[in-house]
């Protein structure tokens, strides 16, 4: 069992940065692929950027490369979301997940643990 809490989110203007975390209880976080998505009113959760148990590998939507930066430390079992260059379309809430399987997905059914979210907003 995993309990996770994020944390960062904000309004901000566009262009602007903000920084996402999420804290993860349990022993077995550096075990688990960690993902962000993101749900914007009226429409489907979709994924942002995952990272590898260890860190090593991270993966992108395409609306992310470039702008936004996943990281962990499992050490404090914490993963980041460091999102710059920010656009109004990236208003929605924002939800870190744990995947409990081997590699990563794209999809929400990918996960098995999930946070309650922060919400993100980018004024234009």
């Known amino acids: 069992q995993v309990q996770l809490v994020e944390s960062g989110g904000g309004l901000v203007q566009a262009g602007g940065s903000l920084r996402l975390s999420c804290a993860a209880s349990?022993?077995?976080?550096?075990?688990?692929?960690m993902g962000w998505f993101r749900q914007a009113p009226g429409k489907e959760r979709e994924f942002v950027a995952a990272?590898?148990?260890?860190?090593?590998?991270?993966y992108y939507a395409d609306s992310a490369k470039g702008r936004f930066a996943i990281s962990r430390d499992n050490a404090k079992n914490t993963v980041y979301l460091q999102m710059n260059s920010l656009k109004p379309e990236d208003t929605a809430d924002y939800y870190c997940?744990?995947?409990?399987?081997?590699?990563?997905?794209?999809?929400?059914?990918?996960?098995?643990?999930w946070g309650q979210g922060t919400q993100v907003t980018v004024s234009s």
């Open positions: 349990g022993r077995t976080f550096s075990l688990y692929t």
């Open positions: 997940a744990a995947r409990n399987l081997y590699g990563y997905s794209y999809s929400p059914s990918g996960y098995t643990y």
């Open positions: 990272v590898s148990s260890s860190g090593g590998n991270t």
